[in-house]
T-cell receptor, first 114, second 118 residues
């Protein structure tokens, strides 16, 4: 079975500050991990994904995440927050034997203060 | 890149009626599509896996007779909420995978449908 835990349902940062959104996973097989962003009343947009290649993954809009097997973590970071980064962020996991099903974390709402 | 179109974006219906939501892959063929449900301020819960030309696979606890899924072509899957009730009000999102992408897990999501049952 697989699961994802996102620590912190709400994170608030100042514009220009570091963004750190935490994600820990559980998987009995090598995982594939994703970060998605969702704006109000919209679908999900893929930020980045880890599929067993490089452990440091760079995504769109300046975001990156590092896969750490020893810590079962896949935290999302961005060096400098922008007002447009305010949204809901979801971490998700799947694996080769899951038939394409994604398991999502609870989500983290990111607020950016001017 | 791959695009998934979902319609309608918003729908309001009366209790007891049925509502159909469409999910189309615009520039690729998707043998498999997924339907998710999202309650306000909550995460996405997988409802079912839609397979072209065969029956959908429903997750535990999802009523297959209430949430009818049809995947009649390689570019279209539909979700019909039958005899809708206020508790069915939610945000429904579909996703599909473009099998031609390099990575085996390039999921694309539709823009979602906000269903309100009154």
């Amino acid at each position: 079975a697989q699961s994802v835990t996102q620590l912190g349902s709400h994170v608030s940062v100042s514009e220009g500050a570091l963004v750190l959104l935490r994600c820990n996973y559980s998987s009995s097989v090598p995982p594939y991990l994703f970060w998605y962003v969702q704006y109000p009343n919209q679908g999900l947009q893929l930020l980045l994904k880890y599929t067993s290649a490089a452990t440091l993954v760079k995504g769109i809009n300046g975001f990156e995440a590092e896969f750490k097997k020893s810590e079962t973590s896949f935290h999302l970071t961005k060096p400098s927050a922008h007002m447009s980064d305010a949204a809901e962020y979801f971490c998700a996991v799947t694996a080769y034997n899951q038939g394409g099903k994604l398991i999502f974390g609870q989500g983290t709402e990111l607020s950016v203060k001017p | 890149g791959a695009v998934v179109s979902q319609h309608p974006s918003r729908v309001i219906c009366k209790s007891g009626t049925s509502v159909k939501i469409e999910c189309r892959s615009l520039d690729f063929q998707a043998t498999t599509m997924f339907w998710y449900r999202q309650f306000p301020k909550q995460s996405l819960m997988l409802m079912a896996t839609s397979n072209e030309g065969s029956k959908a696979t429903y997750e535990q606890g999802v009523e297959k007779d209430k949430f009818l899924i049809n995947h009649a072509s390689l570019t279209l899957s539909t979700l019909t909420v039958t005899s809708a009730h206020p508790e069915d009000s939610s945000f429904y999102i579909c996703s599909a995978r473009d099998p031609t992408e390099d990575s085996p897990y390039g999921y694309t999501f539709g823009s979602g449908t906000r269903l309100t049952v009154v």
